[in-house]
Structures are given as C-alpha cells and as structure tokens.
C-alpha cells in the first residue's frame, strides 16, 4: 500500500527518480510507451501521488526536458575544455551526442511525442518551456564561442532538433527515406550546422 505522507525531503527524492526514469523510458522505449502506471510501478509510488507532484504525463516530460539541459551545457564545456579535441571536433561530437541519444542516454522526442505532448500542454506551459529551450541554445552557441547575434539560437535549435528528430523518424515514421544513410545523413548536416558556427566565429574575430 502506498505511503499517505511524504516529507518535502522524501518528494523532491521521487521527484528526481521520476525525472530519472522518464529519461530512461524516452531512451530505451519511446514516450508512447510508457505510461504513467509503468513510471509509478518502476519509482514505486501510487498513481495518487503522481499526480500530486505533476498534473500530466506531458508536464513531467517537459520537466524531464528541462532536467537534462544542465547535463547537456556540462557536456558542452567539456568537450570544449579537452585539449586533445580541436575546436570543430568538440562541436561535432556535441551534435552527435545529442543525435544519437540511445547511444548517449539523451533524451530525444519522436515526432509523434512532440505531437502528443504538445497536444495535452496547457499553452502557458508551452510557452515557458519554449523560453527555456531558447535560452538553453543561446548556452550552447556561448559555450562553443559563438557570440551573441551572430547565429540566432531559434535556428540553430530547429537545425539541431530536426536532425535528432529525423534520425530518430527513420524508418518507423518516416518510411520512405533510406535507413541504411541514416546516419550518413546525420554525419552531413553535423558537418554543415559547424561550418556555419564556425564561419561565424570567424567572422566575429574580423569585425572590428
């Protein structure tokens, strides 16, 4: 029987393992797939006390969005900080982390995830986490030294999820696109994305 009372302590500790799980779900299975009567049983809590932490399936994806940001930005600077990695292969390895995230424990939303979540959102939320998410790309272009104007965060965002998104829409979503290029594919447009970045780094350092 579930516990009727949690310390503050205890709920922020059920909160972290739910955004844990979450993470692992959307990785391993897909957010289609899992419930919240698989999170509750894997964190061990009734479907009574999700919902008192959060009002939605969706709003605790977007938590769990938010969750790996910090680890994401940490990701970036480290890569960034190597001294066996040259600039470009810092920000390459940055963009296939995030593509490949089964590989990278990355969380990354199918098109029909974003779909349904986007669905179940109250547009308020939507639009704080739209905020949020553009905040986080304007970290990420800062981290790879790319100063503020130079690229818009809103279109390295959409270049950067579209890949991940579609890599992850081949073939099951998206049928009629060749999987055995897939990653071919996602290796081009890393390549193109950092040439960008980098030609606007150098166009910074020339402009007086």
């Known amino acids: ?43 061990g809590i009734s479907k009574t006390f999700f919902y008192s932490l959060y009002p939605s399936k969706e709003e605790l994806v977007l938590q769990t969005l938010r969750h790996q940001q910090p680890r994401l930005l940490r990701r970036a600077q ?18 296939r982390d995030c593509c490949y995230g089964t590989k990278s424990s990355i969380a990354v939303l199918s098109i029909e995830e ?24 304007g970290q990420v272009l800062a981290i790879f030294g790319i100063p503020a104007g130079t690229v818009d965060p809103r ?17 099951d979503t998206m049928p009629f696109l060749f999987p055995e290029v897939a990653e071919d594919m996602v290796e081009f447009q890393i390549r193109a994305l950092v040439d960008e970045m980098e030609q606007a780094r150098e166009r910074a350092e020339i402009t007086p």
């Open 1 to 43: 029987m579930a516990r009727k009372s949690y310390s503050e302590q205890e709920r922020e500790q059920v909160r972290e393992q739910l955004l844990q799980e979450t993470t692992r779900c959307i990785v391993e299975r897909g957010l289609i797939h899992s419930s919240v009567d698989l999170l509750c049983k894997r964190v």
């Open 78 to 95: 480290a890569l960034m900080d190597d001294p066996t990695l040259t600039w470009r292969q810092g920000a390459e390895q940055f963009l």
């Open 114 to 137: 974003e779909q349904e979540a986007y669905r179940c959102l109250a547009p308020e939320n939507f639009q704080v986490f739209r905020r949020d998410q553009l905040v986080f790309f």
């Open 155 to 171: 279109l390295f965002g959409n270049l950067a999820l579209s890949m991940m998104m579609v890599y992850k829409a081949i073939p």
